[in-house]
């Protein structure tokens, strides 16, 4: 007899040699139902694994996260099955479980298109009924190679394995190499979905094949499954690059170049205001704005340090007479001269110098992502310059600037992660021990006193300063950064910046770098996908879409109303198009416009207006008064 220590701590004795599955029969047979897989000493094993000694003994419920697991990648086994079925020849390269479910790569004769996915399912639906027992066994290597002579690629993987025995499990028809563990048998994988269909290198490498990489999704449960389709109708509704082509935000050509986008008529107003919007803001806290090339003389880069450090994600320098010029990476190093041209007085810190600036990184073709990921962008940039004894109050005002612009925009989902040096590696660090610990903890105090849920990472810092960055939950998942605060000792010193301190005698002030909205770029590929394209009212290019049913009728009223639009600066579009009405309303609602006014007879006779606001089915008469005044202040107040 072989003792088993249970979660709750007592001792079940059993047989040598028992199986995982009859403990769990033994303790209770639902609980042996809802079993996917057991854990011995606190490593996975299948169901049907005997046991041969003493050992720490837990069940895996269907329903944890180590189960979703297993039964994704047990559903990769039941895809390769089917198409070694449906696709003779197939050859497999490798299957694993990803975070939301799992792929195959697959060497194919022929070609298979998404087209294809409903036939395969059905052979896996058929396979499943079959409800064939899953069982693994170990072999040789020699012996699993000649098992395995007509797949090269498994193959390879078993020669890349280092002990001598190999894992296999096979399913009636069909075996693979695999460590496993898996579900006990087909029968228990019901709810799952192919998903798409995707070219994929072997083992990553662009000089081998490419096979063909089929994703899918398994569930515990068919409403897990439908929840998790919805999710991703969901995510696809919200891609920005669908969003911005569908609502005339930004374009890209290959004539023009890649990752170079051009922000059309609909997507300019939103950068205006945008632009605006933060312009306002800072303007309150007194920041200076200006404007300065975005190229410069290699030298400045030579001086900052970049041409050094980040060179990689710089365009190449072009030649020009006596001088070389570089497309700007960043805007620090123009601001630092800027702030050196002057002589600076301590009564004149913090001085903040703020510039909404282009900006060009050479970013990898196959990283480039719509307008999130670009190669020329546009930073909501400031650096300000304080005494060492401002740090607190700049970096606490600077915080309370991010804290309030999420809130105008409603983002509630966001984690502060202030990134502090390893204390065990201060070599890396420029700047002495004293200013690091003063002014971490200074931070730390900031946000402590802010009342702001933040997260320390250690060893994270830049090697110029600690660091403040905001990641932002999207709507699609994502964790975006999109604001940032950085202290830096170095580039001041890289410049040697100066002001005149209280005793008269030359100081090194310390920068901050900051950005809130961060690149204006990113920011609105992120605002499409947490509002699907629907701006808030004052955000949307076009505010208003006058509708007249009879252009020969309604026209004139509809001229007035546009006047009046116009005066009051109201974005408005009038559609005078020989369409049908139905049409009509239906195209403003797909271009997500706030507000519909439809102009018929009624309004004509009454000279009243009736609207309805975009998603809301009521409509609403006030007068042409009352509709401007409720515009004008969702403009003025940014609502
Ligand atoms: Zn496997
Ligand atoms: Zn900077």
Not at 3 to 12: H, M, N, R, T, V
Not at 350 to 358: C, H, N
Not at 395 to 402: A, P, R
Not at 461 to 484: C, E, M
Request: with cysteine.
């Amino acid at each position: 007899m072989i003792k088993l220590e249970l979660i709750d701590g007592s001792i079940k004795e059993v047989e040598k040699g028992t199986l995982a599955i009859s403990v769990a029969k033994e303790l209770s047979p639902s609980l042996a139902k809802k079993s996917c897989v057991a854990k011995l000493n606190g490593k996975l094993v299948d169901l049907k694994t005997p046991i041969e000694e003493d050992a720490k003994f837990e069940l895996v419920m269907f329903d944890s996260k180590e189960a979703f697991e297993v039964i994704n990648h047990s559903c990769a086994h039941l895809l390769a099955q089917a198409m070694k079925r449906l696709y003779p020849g197939t050859k497999c390269g490798v299957g694993p479980a990803i975070e939301e479910g799992f792929y195959y790569d697959f060497g194919v004769n022929g070609v298979v298109t998404v087209d294809d996915l409903a036939k395969i399912e059905a052979e896996m639906k058929k396979i499943v009924k079959e409800n064939i027992s899953i069982n693994h066994y170990m072999l040789k290597k020699e012996e699993a190679k000649e098992k395995f002579k007509d797949d090269k690629y498994k193959c390879e993987l078993i020669d890349a394995i280092e002990d001598e025995y190999v894992g296999i499990y096979e399913q009636a028809d069909y075996a693979d190499v695999c460590r496993g563990p898996h579900v006990i048998s087909t029968g228990v994988l019901k709810n799952f979905k192919l998903l798409s269909v995707a070219g994929a290198y072997w083992r990553g490498d662009s000089k081998n094949d490419v096979l063909t990489r089929i994703y899918g999704t398994c569930w515990n449960t068919e409403e897990e499954l439908k929840h998790h389709l919805e999710v991703l109708e969901d995510r696809k509704a919200r891609d920005h690059r669908k969003l911005g082509k569908q609502l005339g935000i930004f374009m890209f050509d290959d004539l023009v170049g890649r990752g170079l986008p051009m922000w059309l008529p609909n997507g300019f107003i939103v950068r205006r205001l945008l632009s605006d919007y933060i312009m306002d803001k800072e303007y309150d806290l007194g920041y200076n704005h200006v404007l300065t090339p975005a190229l410069g003389n290699v030298n400045l880069y030579k001086t900052s340090g970049h041409w050094d450090h980040y060179k990689d994600d710089m365009f190449p320098k072009m030649d020009v007479d006596d001088e070389s010029y570089v497309l700007r990476p960043m805007n620090c190093p123009h601001h630092m001269v800027m702030y050196k041209s002057q002589l600076h007085s301590y009564k004149e810190l913090p001085l903040k110098i703020a510039e909404i600036a282009a900006d060009f990184r050479f970013e990898a073709s196959g990283a480039l992502t719509g307008i999130e990921r670009t190669r020329a962008f546009y930073q909501n940039d400031s650096h300000i310059f304080c005494m060492p004894s401002q740090i607190g109050d700049v970096f606490k005002e600077v915080t309370q600037l991010i804290l309030d612009v999420y809130k105008d925009f409603g983002f509630n989902d966001y984690r502060f992660r202030l990134s502090l040096r390893d204390p065990n590696d201060v070599e890396k660090y420029f700047g002495n021990d004293e200013l690091w610990e003063k002014s971490e903890n200074e931070l730390r105090q900031v946000l402590k006193e802010l009342g702001v849920d933040y997260y320390e990472a250690i060893g994270e810092a830049a090697f110029y300063g600690p660091k403040l960055d905001v990641q932002v939950r999207s709507a699609i998942g994502h964790d975006v950064t999109l604001s940032t605060i950085q202290l830096d000792y170095q580039l001041p010193e890289r410049f040697e910046l100066e002001y005149i301190d209280e005793k008269g005698q030359k100081a090194r002030p310390v920068v901050v770098h900051r950005a809130i909205l961060g690149s204006m770029d990113r920011f609105v590929a992120f605002l499409l996908e947490e509002t699907k394209g629907v701006f808030p009212t004052w955000l949307a290019p076009v505010q208003a879409m006058i509708i007249p049913v009879n252009l020969e009728f309604h026209k004139e009223f509809a001229d007035k109303l546009a006047l009046t639009f116009r005066k009051n600066k109201i974005r408005f579009k009038t559609d005078y198009r020989d369409e049908k009405l139905g049409y009509k309303i239906r195209e403003a609602q797909m271009q997500k416009i706030p507000y519909q006014l439809v102009i018929g007879d009624k309004e004509v006779e009454s000279g009243l207006v009736t609207y309805r606001k975009y998603g809301e089915q009521a409509q609403t008469t006030v007068t042409i008064d009352e509709f401007v005044a409720m515009l004008v202040k969702a403009n003025s107040e940014r609502l």
